[in-house]
């Protein structure tokens, strides 16, 4: 019952006015598979703990959750790193690792991994060697992931309701689509990530391009 009754909650969804929103029937979609999930709940209930003002869970850990749905397999969130992203300019650099050792002492078993998409332009310089502008806001670092299908995010609201940020929409993500994303990595990039995270393996059922 508890979760019949938050899969019927307001869905809050973000995304720039310039990019096509999920339809309603996708943010419902997504927001009961979310709601359906003890383990990306209790993630959720984690990282709203920290109180940030912008703030998601986005990537591997709910297109997995699509995926493995679609195709009927076992959803498994302590199988990859928990992406938390969050945009905070005046924030420290050094922010990120306290966020992250925080979480770990909520939930040790997850592998968290705690990013602050206003300062991604300057570790991007610095260990990578890429001039990127600054983004503006969330929506702008989570519109640059390498597949459209992983510009998702999800995050709680204090009421409970799910809220979304999918600057690309949710048709890749639902429609088992893999097509490289050119705002920020480049075609190699994406090509060793296919192979690295075995898509075509976990998911047979999967759409890939540009392979």
Known sequence: MEKKTRANQSVKTMIPES??????????????????????????????????????????????????????????????????????????????????????????????EVTNQAHVHQWSAELLGQAIAPFACLEDGIATWPEFATCVGVYLNADDAIGIIAPHGLDDLFGLRVRHNPSSASLATYRARVRSKRFAERWPRLSISDI
């Open 19 to 112: 990019t096509q929103p999920p339809t309603p029937t996708q943010a419902q979609s997504l927001a009961a598979l979310v709601t359906g999930s003890d383990a990306l709940m209790n993630a959720l209930k984690a990282a709203r703990t920290l109180k940030l003002d912008a703030w998601c869970i986005g990537a591997g850990a709910v297109r997995s959750l699509v995926w493995d749905t679609l195709h009927g397999t076992e959803y498994r969130l302590a199988d990859g790193d928990v992406d938390v992203v969050y945009f905070d300019a005046d924030a420290h650099p050094e922010q990120d690792a306290v966020l992250e050792a925080r979480l770990r002492s909520l939930m040790p078993a997850l592998s968290w």
